[in-house]
């Protein structure tokens, strides 16, 4: 039954106070991410329908750049149309964004801080077992069946083990779903939007996005800092797929190889920083944009804008796919083969959740993870280097957010203050 408040779309004002609690609290990448907005906007709302929902994540989950980030624009877009799209999806990633930069300033002006990094350690245990408890809340919703639970099981063994490519897994178990025998019913339609619908929009978007991109270019030149910013994280928006994890190794190589931009120990910094602040985990991309801008400028200002043109090119893009592809995502249920090929992405989508997370836990847990060469090749860690205060936090973490139900922001402070506790503690 659809209770009386799914009839009725909150007010502007209402969506925006939601989503920038979201904003804030939106720690744990997109497993965590996707969980926090499903209780926010489904379980203690009903803003949407679990089926828009999961159509939603799924279309989000095929296209370039931050999945979580994404589907929170959707959700403003499908209460309030652009406006509301674009200011759920700004609140989604501003919070972050602030925090980001300011960790960036710090750390480029000290370095690493012990004090800070033992309150991360503790904000990460506490992150760990967030991603566990959202990887626990989606699998019980995508998973229905048997064929479910298998393909989320094969995505995790594809990804994991052999270090397949995201978009193969992806395009292997929407073409399983979209062919299996007993989803061959007759093909429905529904009205699609027209062209001229859409296509001001498309429009108005690749014009945020690719002018001010042609204009540094052709005022400061391709090979000033601010120009190479921006091509580099433009490209990066066309290609990321599956989020943040599934571009790093790019990045990394990239940014610290050729570009040299930053160092391969700075790199993993900042995902650390990333990871245990609110927002998308692409965020990392500011970090990076700002020490390239700040050293190649010499100055903070300088800094401040490549960060915020790092921002500009990672996200404007994203609002593009969203808002010009939104319309065309509830034709998508009224075909049956699609929507079995989307079932079937979705429990894939469990399971690449599923390597995020054990792939997040083995770093927090470890200072030693590797992956293998060969074909066989497993994320596995150096056990000499498990970190027991990091073992115990989780614990802790654990067992007041599943066991005694704690709330985020509740179950995030203790972890913190335990960590710079134990800090202190040291010898």
Not at 241 to 267: D, I, N, P
Request: with cysteine; glycine share 8%; proline share 5%.
């Amino acid at each position: 039954m659809i209770s009386l408040r799914a009839m009725q779309a909150p007010s502007f004002t209402e969506l925006c106070r939601v989503f920038s609690r979201i904003g804030f609290l939106s720690f744990g990448g997109p497993a965590g991410q996707i969980a926090l907005m499903h209780r926010e906007v489904i379980e203690e709302r009903d803003w949407v329908s679990e089926q828009e929902y999961l159509t939603a994540l799924n279309f989000c989950m095929l296209l370039p750049g931050p999945e979580a980030m994404q589907l929170a624009t959707w959700v403003g877009w499908r209460l309030h149309g652009t406006k509301g799209g674009i200011t759920a999806g700004l609140l989604f990633v501003l919070p972050g964004a602030v925090v980001i930069l300011a960790l960036a300033m710090i750390y480029s002006s000290f370095g690493s801080v012990p004090q800070v990094e033992a309150v991360l350690l503790g904000v990460k245990a506490a992150v760990l077992a967030i991603v566990i408890e959202a990887l626990l809340r989606v699998a019980r919703r995508a998973l229905k069946n048997q064929f479910g639970w298998l393909t989320a099981a094969m995505a995790f063994i594809a990804l994991f083990v052999f270090n397949l490519p995201f978009p193969v897994v992806i395009l292997v178990a929407a073409y399983t779903g979209l062919t299996r025998q007993e989803n061959q019913a007759t093909i429905q339609t529904a009205p699609l939007p027209r062209l001229r619908e859409v296509l001001p929009t498309a429009c108005v978007w690749l014009a945020v996005w690719l002018l001010p991109l042609a204009l540094m270019v052709f005022v400061l030149g391709p090979n000033n800092i601010f120009s190479a910013i921006a091509i580099f994280f433009s490209k990066l928006a066309v290609i990321t797929f599956g989020g943040a994890y599934a571009v790093l190794s790019y990045m990394a190589q990239a940014s610290v190889e050729k570009l040299h931009w930053l160092t391969s120990s700075e790199m993993i910094d900042g995902l650390g920083l990333a990871e245990t602040t609110p927002g998308p985990l692409i965020l990392v991309n500011e970090f990076v944009g700002y020490l390239a801008a700040t050293r190649a400028t010499h100055s903070v200002w300088g800094g401040m804008a490549g960060a915020l043109v790092t921002l500009w090119m990672t996200f404007a893009p994203c609002f593009l796919w969203v808002l010009t592809g939104a319309p065309y995502i509830a034709a998508l249920n009224a075909n049956p083969r699609l929507s079995s090929a989307l079932q079937a992405i979705m429990a894939a989508v469990v399971g690449v959740i599923m390597n995020l997370s054990v792939w997040f836990g083995l770093n927090v847990l470890f200072g030693k993870v590797e992956r293998h060469s060969g074909w066989f090749r497993p994320w596995l860690p150096d056990f000499s280097t498990l970190n027991f205060t990091a073992l115990a936090l989780v614990i802790v973490a654990a067992l007041v957010l599943l066991r005694l139900h704690w709330s985020v922001p509740r179950t995030l402070l203790l972890c913190g203050a335990l960590g710079f506790g134990l800090r202190l503690l040291a010898p």
